[in-house]
């Protein structure tokens, strides 16, 4: 019985001995070269992400919120997603010595560089990320100031960190192209250039109440309904692109060939504006109207993705049909009755009804 009562003591302080040997080794400018973990993000105003090819994106808590570049809305998941990782990753052991040198030599030449800062500027914390280990077993990551690197990862996560600490701008901007509720809009305006006569402008007479402008001589063919054009008001909240484009080599030359559908404006009762270009997108090899034509789609064109050209022609992005084609409405839409009952899947929340999609 004291034999097994020595062997687990032994056992006990052998294991501490690990612990501090992997875990808590400090060089001489007292940096914990293992400490990964950012325990109170909260405290993070400020994140420099940069590597080493001149690519670098700055992410700051301003008063309306975080800041790209403090030109730009940051996207909410991708933030959520890095300062998450910051607060669950953790070493998992040191690399061992004989892959020391190719991995410090692999991150001296593809490393992100992390610097984290306070509400006050002060800096808390910078350490680099490196590539992957072996079969999706975490990230390398090395304390600024250590002497060697370390395996990071969440624990029960199956993967690596490095994709989390992206250092493109695309990756972290916000990607909303309307957001406006009803009672903020001033006018919509939808035109159609092959199409003039569905083109159509949407005007705010009250509250919650619009008016549809449209071709006289059509607008003589119905009634006004003024409820399709309230539930049409209300389309306009978290619209948000797939992809930006901007960057992209030959971009100019291929949204100049495009055919575009329609130009779609919005704008608040504050004077903001939103101009939107929208065109077709060609066939491509994952479209999924590629071997069977979609009826509601002209055809050598993409059923389920759009070009968008917008902020003043600043911006590219790919738009998805799903979201978009709600907006998409003809004039004389508005001048017809519902032609059947609302049921429970044609109610908005709130109680709205969709416009049916003819």
Request: aromatic share 12%.
């Amino acid at each position: 019985m004291k034999k097994n009562i020595v062997y687990i003591v032994l056992l006990a302080v052998l294991g501490a001995g690990v612990w501090y040997f992997l875990f808590s080794d400090k060089n001489v400018f007292g940096v914990n070269e293992a400490d990964f973990t950012v325990k109170d993000t909260n405290a993070v105003y400020r994140i420099y992400l940069a590597d080493k090819m001149g690519n670098a994106v700055t992410l700051e808590r301003k008063e309306q919120g975080w800041m790209l570049d403090n030109k730009y809305p940051v996207l909410p998941s991708s933030l959520g997603v890095l300062m998450k990782t910051m607060a669950t990753q953790e070493a998992m052991y040191p690399v061992p010595e004989n892959m020391h040198n190719s991995v410090i030599k692999n991150m001296a030449a593809k490393a992100i560089k992390v610097e984290l800062y306070n509400k006050k500027g002060d800096p808390m914390q910078v350490f680099y990320v490196g590539g992957q280990v072996g079969e999706n077993a975490g990230s390398y990551m090395l304390m600024e100031g250590a002497s060697k690197p370390y395996v990071v990862q969440i624990p029960g996560f199956e993967g690596y960190l490095s994709p989390r600490y992206s250092t493109k701008v695309a990756d972290w901007r916000d990607r909303t192209v309307f957001n406006a509720a009803p009672e903020n809009i001033q006018s919509v305006s939808v035109t159609y250039p092959s199409e003039p006569l569905n083109s159509f402008v949407l005007n705010s007479v009250g509250k919650e109440k619009f008016e549809v402008k449209i071709d006289p001589a059509l607008a003589q063919t119905g009634t006004f309904n003024e409820r399709r054009a309230t539930v049409y008001a209300g389309y306009f909240q978290n619209i948000n692109l797939e992809g930006y484009l901007n960057g992209l080599p030959g971009l100019d030359t291929m949204i100049a060939a495009a055919k575009k559908r329609c130009t779609v404006e919005l704008v608040t009762k504050d004077g903001k504006k939103q101009l939107v270009d929208i065109y077709w997108k060609p066939l491509g090899k994952r479209s999924k109207n590629l071997d069977v034509q979609d009826p509601d789609i002209p055809e050598g064109f993409d059923a389920d993705r759009f070009y968008a050209v917008f902020n003043n022609q600043k911006d590219t992005a790919i738009i998805q049909r799903a979201t978009f084609d709600k907006m998409f409405r003809r004039s004389f839409e508005f001048y017809m009755a519902d032609q059947q009952p609302a049921t429970a899947a044609d109610t908005l929340p709130g109680g709205s009804v969709k416009i049916p999609v003819h």
